[in-house]
C-alpha cells in the first residue's frame, strides 16, 4: 500500500511563507502523477496545484505566482513552496497522487492521498 505522508503546515502571519512536503513510499513514484489539494472549514476539497512525472506544472488561478510546486522524483518526494500567503489559503493541505502522465483538477481523478496538514494564516 503505497503511503503519502505531508509535513511543513502550521501557522503563519499574512504575507509570509511556508513549504509543505511530500513522501511517498511508491517503488515507482516517477510514475505518479503528483498534486496539492486544500479543503477550508465547509467548502470542498478544491486543486492547488499538481506535477506530472515530466514535470509540467499547473496551478489553480488562486495561487499561480505564489505557490510552486516541485518534485524530486530521487528522493520521492513534493514540494509545495508557498509565499505571500493570505486569509483564504487557510485550509487543511492534502498530498495526492495518481497513476499517469496527466494533471487532473477533480479530486476523484486521485486514488492516493495523504492525512492532511493544516495551514493557518493569521493577521
Not at 25 to 48: C, D, H, I, L, N
Not at 91 to 120: F, I, P
Amino acid at each position: 500500500q503505497v503511503q503519502l505522508v505531508e509535513s511543513g503546515g502550521g501557522l503563519v502571519q499574512v504575507g509570509g511563507s511556508l513549504r509543505l512536503s511530500c513522501v511517498s513510499s511508491a517503488r515507482a513514484f516517477s510514475a505518479y502523477t503528483m498534486a496539492w489539494f486544500r479543503q477550508a472549514p465547509g467548502k470542498e476539497r478544491e486543486f492547488v496545484a499538481g506535477i506530472s512525472w515530466s514535470e509540467p506544472t499547473y496551478y489553480d488561478d488562486s495561487v499561480k505566482g505564489r505557490f510552486t510546486i516541485s518534485r524530486d522524483n530521487t528522493k520521492k518526494m513534493v514540494d509545495l513552496q508557498m509565499n505571500s500567503l493570505k486569509f483564504e489559503d487557510t485550509a487543511v493541505y492534502y498530498c495526492a497522487a495518481r497513476l499517469g502522465s496527466a494533471v487532473h483538477w477533480g479530486k476523484d481523478e486521485y486514488a492516493l492521498w495523504g492525512q492532511g496538514t493544516q495551514v493557518t494564516v493569521s493577521s
